[in-house]
């Protein structure tokens, strides 16, 4: 609710144009990576490459999944304890992207990819 407030106080003063504002609502581990090709991409991968975001609202074992896709590839998932409000603003239509902000050789897969999700205002 707060965050609503602010954005719209934002928007009637004037300070910043619709097309213009996104804001960084979200940072999530990738989770399901090691299920996908991220180890043969991983390596053509780089912090601030764009990530594309798919709402699977039919998936059966998560019906607010939102896939995680690198240039067409499928690397994983948003968490399933964090795309509760992804899932809803998706739902609603809502814009949003995602970027890669971290990547780290590491043999957990859960600390491989960190990615960033925006909504654009």
Known sequence: MRLLLTISL??????????????????SPLAGSQYYALDTL?????AGDLLTLV????????????????RGHKIGYVPRAENRALAAAMDAGE????RISKLRDDPDPWRRVEFEVFLHL
């Open 10 to 27: 934002w928007l009637a003063l004037g300070i910043a144009q619709a097309e213009s504002v996104r804001m960084l609502v979200q940072s």
């Open 42 to 46: 991983v390596g053509d991968m780089r």
């Open 55 to 70: 709402r699977e609202a039919d998936n059966r074992h998560d019906r607010k999944a939102v896939r995680v896709e690198w």
């Open 95 to 98: 814009r949003v992207s995602a």
